[in-house]
């Protein structure tokens, strides 16, 4: 607490030393400092939260937070009501949340950005060479439209797109977008390759950020599980609406889902009847246990034959980049027609996407580059 005094009057007093003064004061107030005075951060409770012991704080949802100290990652010393103590940080948020919907949300993205800052994940998209090597050769061959435009890159990463449009592309500018910690790291990658001038790395959620202009182009490595999973097309969709110029272009200018039944034998062989004979010994009893296993979660890297196939490649989704909307982006029903002596020996499902990387000649968009 900060108590205020005021200066009330001064009176002499003749002493063997000289003059000397003395001052009176009186008390006018006796109240907690306000957030201004301390330049508190100020936060909000993300949920309910139940203290362990007497060092921590019982938190409420929506609850006010004046964070005084950030002691570490996990746990920050607040004042809350008048009380001090400490409450996990993964519990608030800056934001102030209205409804239950917003907060679900909020927990949502900071699981879904703390995972795109992890160096393993973007060790894993960088080293997916047929992807990464489409989008170098796309914006090397397009030089002659990209030089002298201006490039948003929405959720840049290491910024390495962005880096091909400003080296390869000769960019005048590119706006790198990246809401993860990443970005931070994208920065200092961005000076260590001597492209400051061109790129500026912006930390920050694509669909708030503000930019100083409108953009020629937006680049984006949005393609998830089932292409669409994780809706960060959404985020570039509303970069598109609110950035591009009338004549701007997308990339990916277009994209589609297929959906193949197929077998995988070989797959199944070495997973599942191993199990008939071990060392000698019949295992079977396992091969249940193998099976739940084995179809509860894709098989990934697997090569798939065109024998292996069932049917042909069914197109369950398409779209343009540049015309798309989200309400375009919700899958509906699609029927086809399987033997049914196919589908007794059917072991999974496999399916396929493919996107496009226009090329753009004269300014005109050359739809022929896809990459499976």
């Known amino acids: 607490h900060v ?78 009501s008048g009380r001090t103590g400490y409450v996990p940080a993964n519990h608030l948020t800056t934001d102030n949340p209205i409804s239950a919907s917003e907060i679900d949300d909020i927990w949502q993205d900071g699981e879904y950005f703390s995972s795109y800052a992890s160096l393993k994940l973007h060790h894993e998209m960088l080293s997916d060479k047929p992807r990464t090597e489409a989008y170098r050769s796309a914006i090397q061959n397009a030089r002659a439209f990209i030089k002298g435009k201006v490039v948003l890159d929405v959720g840049s990463g290491t910024g390495v797109l962005s880096m091909f449009c400003a080296h390869l592309g000769g960019a005048k500018k590119v706006y790198s977008v990246e809401a993860s910690d990443m970005a931070d790291h994208s920065k200092e990658l961005v000076k260590h390759n001597c492209l400051s001038a061109e790129i500026e790395v912006i930390k920050a959620r694509a669909e708030r950020v503000e930019l100083p202009e409108k953009v020629d182009m937006i680049v984006s490595e949005w393609m998830g599980t089932l292409l669409i999973f994780e809706m960060m097309l959404e985020a570039v969709i509303i970069s598109r609406d609110k950035w591009l110029k009338e004549d701007g272009v997308v990339w990916p200018s277009g994209a589609r889902l297929f959906l193949v039944p197929c077998s995988a034998q070989q797959c199944y062989d070495e997973k599942i009847s191993f199990w008939d004979n071990v060392y000698g010994f019949d295992f ?66 496999c399916i396929c996407t493919c996107f496009l990387l226009a090329a753009v000649l004269n300014g005109e968009d050359q739809r022929r580059d896809v990459v499976n």
């Not at 309400?327 to 196919?342: D, Q, W």
Request: charged share 25%; with cysteine.
């Open 3 to 80: 108590r205020t005094y005021v200066m009330s009057e001064l009176q002499p007093i003749d002493s063997d030393a000289g003059i000397v003064f003395t001052a009176s004061c009186e008390a006018v107030s006796d109240a907690p400092p306000s957030e201004a005075q301390l330049s508190l951060d100020v936060y909000y409770s993300l949920s309910d939260y139940t203290a362990s012991d007497d060092t921590q704080l019982d938190l409420q949802q929506g609850e006010k937070v004046a964070v005084l100290e950030k002691v570490n990652n996990t746990w920050w010393w607040v004042e809350v």
């Open 284 to 349: 079977s009893p396992l091969k249940q246990v193998a099976q739940s296993d084995l179809f509860g979660r894709p098989i990934q890297n697997h090569i798939v034959r065109e024998e292996d196939c069932f049917s042909k490649p069914l197109c369950i989704l398409t779209f343009d980049t540049r015309t798309v909307t989200v309400a375009n982006l919700e899958l509906k029903e699609t029927r086809n027609n399987i033997t049914e002596h196919h589908m007794e020996i059917l072991a999974s499902m």
